[in-house]
């Protein structure tokens, strides 16, 4: 038991840790897996999340991760 809250914690920080624009390239990556799996449900779920999730972001974190978000679509251009 007290490894599982030692890995729930350790994953908690990990996330709150992360920047914005690898968050942001996280969801990319997720939604783009979604879609070629032809789990659209999943792909809306995740586009919703990010929506909400950018709302809390500053000006600046959106820019980041906008930015991140246009060069992980030009490095993986290929793939669409």
């Known amino acids: 038991m007290k490894k599982l809250f030692v890995l729930m914690a350790a994953c908690a920080m990990f996330a709150a ?3 914005p624009a690898s968050k942001a ?3 990319m990556e997720d939604c783009f897996e979604a879609t070629k799996a032809g789990d659209y ?3 809306e ?3 919703k999340e990010y929506l909400e999730w950018e709302k809390t972001l500053t000006d600046e974190e ?6 991140a978000i246009e060069k992980w679509a030009e490095e993986n251009a290929d793939k669409f």
């Open 45 to 47: 779920k995740l586009t």
């Open 17 to 19: 840790c992360s920047s």
């Open 62 to 67: 959106k820019k980041e991760a906008q930015e």
């Open 25 to 27: 390239v996280d969801y």
């Open 41 to 43: 449900e999943k792909a």
